[in-house]
C-alpha cells in the first residue's frame, strides 16, 4: 500500500509540473510573448524593444512584423542579442539594405550570399570593432514572405 501511494504521489507531481508549464507556454502564447527554445537564450524582450547590442541604425523596413527578440550568448562564451521578423522583400533587397548600412557605417563585410528562384535564401555577415552582425534569410513556411534573422555579437 505504501507503494501505490508514493507511485500515485510521483505521478501528481509530474503533472502538476507538466500543467504549470504548459500554462507559462499558454499565456506567453496568449498574450503575444514568444518562448524561448533555443538553449542559448537568455532573456526573451519585448518584440518592440531594441536589444542594447543593436546599433541604434540597423535597418529593418517599416512592414517588417517582429516575431521574436531576445538576448542571446553561443557556446564559446560570446554575449549578443537576436531579432527576428517576417518580410515582403526579397531576399536581395534584405542584403542590399545591410550592405548599404555596413558600408555607410565602416563596417567590413565578410559574407554575401544570395540563393534567389525557389530557396530565397541569404546570409550576410559583418564585423566592426568587437562586433559581428549576422543576417540569415530563409522564405517562410507559407512561401508568403521571407524569415529574417539579425543577430549582433560581442567579437572574439
Request: charged share 15%; aromatic share 8%.
Amino acid at each position: 500500500m505504501k507503494k501505490i501511494c508514493i507511485i500515485i504521489s510521483v505521478l501528481l507531481l509530474v503533472s502538476v509540473i507538466g500543467n504549470v508549464l504548459l500554462y507559462l507556454k499558454w499565456n506567453a502564447f496568449k498574450t503575444g510573448g514568444a518562448v524561448a527554445t533555443n538553449p542559448y537564450s537568455d532573456a526573451v524582450l519585448a518584440n518592440d524593444t531594441l536589444p542594447s547590442q543593436f546599433p541604434k541604425d540597423l535597418p529593418i523596413e517599416s512592414e517588417a512584423v517582429v516575431t521574436s527578440t531576445y538576448a542571446t550568448h553561443t557556446e564559446d562564451g560570446r554575449s549578443g542579442a537576436v531579432r527576428e521578423y517576417t518580410s515582403k522583400l526579397s531576399p536581395t533587397e534584405v542584403v542590399a539594405n545591410y550592405k548599404s548600412f555596413a558600408y555607410a557605417n565602416n563596417w567590413t563585410v565578410t559574407i554575401e550570399n544570395v540563393e534567389s528562384g525557389n530557396s530565397s535564401t541569404g546570409l550576410f555577415s559583418a564585423v566592426k570593432d568587437n562586433q559581428t552582425l549576422e543576417v540569415s534569410i530563409a522564405p517562410l513556411d507559407t512561401n508568403q514572405g521571407l524569415r529574417v534573422k539579425v543577430t549582433v555579437l560581442q567579437a572574439y
